[in-house]
């Protein structure tokens, strides 16, 4: 198993323990576009999909919510690898 499909298997494994960086590497994965703008949150938009992702660092950890947008959007485009 890759590195890639390591962490993506953790997210979906333990979506209550998702780090910050880890959420916002497997958007870009999934091929979201990440914006941050005067906020404490950074969105994900991906051309075609209505769901926006925001994920706010909280001590180095997103909020359970976020996470759970977070694996229906892994569920839904797969690992990211055909992007």
Same mark, same amino acid.
Not at 24 to 31: D, F, P, Q, R
């Given at each position: #198993?890759? /590195? !890639?499909?390591?962490?993506?298997?953790?997210?979906? =494994? =333990?979506?209550?323990? &998702? !780090?910050?960086?880890?959420?916002?590497? %497997?958007?870009?994965?999934?091929?979201?576009?990440?914006?941050?703008?005067?906020?404490?949150?950074?969105?994900?938009?991906?051309?075609? $999909?209505? %769901? &926006?992702?925001?994920?706010? =660092?909280? +001590?180095?950890?997103?909020?359970?919510?976020?996470?759970? /947008?977070? &694996?229906? #959007?892994?569920?839904?485009?797969? +690992?990211?690898? $055909?992007?």
């Amino acid at each position: #198993m890759n /590195q !890639r499909a390591k962490l993506i298997a953790s997210i979906i =494994n =333990n979506p209550r323990d &998702v !780090r910050y960086a880890d959420a916002c590497k %497997v958007a870009e994965l999934l091929g979201f576009t990440g914006r941050q703008k005067g906020t404490s949150h950074k969105f994900y938009s991906r051309r075609g $999909e209505q %769901v &926006v992702l925001n994920f706010q =660092n909280r +001590d180095g950890a997103i909020a359970d919510y976020q996470a759970r /947008q977070l &694996v229906e #959007m892994i569920r839904k485009y797969g +690992d990211g690898d $055909e992007n």
